[in-house]
């Protein structure tokens, strides 16, 4: 069986990883534009070989795995269409998915199968390769009405497989979520380093960047990326953006009344308990979730797809 892995960064190396501990008799191909990561890839054994011919390298694969931003997936879907054989599963791992399954749908051939993919990782993973790093992540798994069960069991596989938790959610949902939950916050980063950027101090004194601005502005998404995020998702973005400028609004009143302070600790007060509370409940995972398969019944689901799928031709 073969896995082709196209995106050769963190997520994909370390989906790679991840794959080669819980699926060792599995066939690992990469593929990345870039030849250092592809290197990369190969020291770290996240993959057994590379190919820098994207079609070539989703030859003969049962499962793709698309670990691209989002900008890069309409193009890369559109031209491994013609190489993919009846019967493989797509998946990607971008952060929005109506976006996705649009292009999924325009331009896939009706004979493969796709399944888009988000897998939300813990808070504190750090920004480099780990087999672990989908440890305790919840998998966001969005599949059509039309997708075959066998591609849907095979998705859920996946992220038991990856030490993760499956969840099946409607794609606009998904992505009204992550308008809260990953744009917003990508915002508010671009919007300090805005700010920074006109501020004389950036150049007198660039030293007083501290660990708690360099957290805010970490990890913002690629410019053609994040714009096309953005734009795909501007209604709940929008939502989202008007709560938030309510809420500095109201910071901004309290700053200006000479007898705000009790409001602004009663602020810090209830935001720090929402914090601990998000925590707790984020280290106890999600009721009723299932854990993550400890025999064989999932692999034998994922990779036992040619009782399930249709025959392919070879």
């Given at each position: ?169 409607d794609p606009v949902e998904h992505d009204g979520w992550m308008a809260a939950l ?133």
């Open positions: 069986m073969q896995i082709t892995i196209v995106g050769l960064g963190t997520m994909g190396v370390s989906l790679g990883l991840a794959l080669r501990r819980a699926l060792p008799q599995v066939r690992l191909v990469g593929h990345d534009p870039d030849p250092e990561r592809a290197r990369e890839a190969l020291r770290h054994q996240a993959v057994d070989r590379t190919d820098w011919n994207l079609p070539g390298a989703c030859e003969g694969a049962d499962l793709v795995l698309l670990a691209l931003p989002l900008a890069e997936i309409e193009g890369t879907l559109r031209a491994i269409a013609p190489a993919l054989e009846e019967g493989t599963l797509v998946m990607d791992t971008a952060e929005l998915k109506a976006p996705v399954m649009g292009w999924a749908q325009a331009h896939l051939p009706t004979a493969v199968a796709f399944i888009g993919g988000h897998p939300i990782l813990r808070p504190d993973v750090r920004e480099e390769p780990d087999p672990h790093l989908f440890r305790d992540a919840l998998y966001c798994l969005t599949p059509t009405p039309q997708a075959p069960a066998w591609a849907v069991e095979a998705a859920a596989g996946l992220a038991h497989r990856l030490g993760a938790r499956p969840l099946f959610v990953e744009q917003l916050p990508a915002l508010v980063g671009a919007a300090l380093l805005s700010v920074w950027a006109r501020a004389p101090a950036r150049q007198e004194l660039p030293q007083a960047v501290g660990a708690r601005f360099a957290q805010v502005t970490a990890g913002l998404p690629d410019a053609p990326s994040g714009g096309l995020a953005a734009s795909a998702n501007r209604e709940a973005l929008a939502y989202w953006l008007d709560r938030l400028l309510e809420a500095l609004q109201t910071l901004r009143g309290a700053l200006a009344d000479p007898e705000g302070l009790t409001s602004l600790e009663a602020l810090f007060r209830a935001t720090e308990q929402t914090r601990k509370e998000w925590l707790a409940r984020r280290r106890e995972g999600l009721p009723g979730a299932p854990a993550p398969a400890e025999g064989p019944g999932l692999l034998e689901t994922m990779f036992g797809l040619h009782r399930l799928r249709p025959a392919r031709k070879r």
